[in-house]
């Protein structure tokens, strides 16, 4: 139970981290924000799926 409980605490700053980096690299990149366009939701999408595989991967990996 406490493996589970670190890796989604990883997975979590990791899904946090690679979401703000891409909002941040969208904005640099095109010059204008990604609020409430479709490109929010499809970074958001990326960040979710990153951190998911960051969980499935340390959960793998820790035991």
């Known amino acids: 139970m406490k493996i589970n409980a670190i890796a989604l605490i990883i997975s ?7 979401t703000r980096i891409l909002f941040t690299f969208h904005d640099n990149m095109l010059g204008k ?8 939701y499809v970074i958001l999408l990326i960040g979710a799926l990153i951190q998911y595989l960051v969980y499935y991967y340390l959960k793998k990996v820790i035991k």
Do not use: E, K, R, Y
């Open 12 to 18: 979590t700053v990791v899904g946090i981290l690679s």
């Open 33 to 40: 924000s990604a609020l409430f366009d479709t490109d929010m």
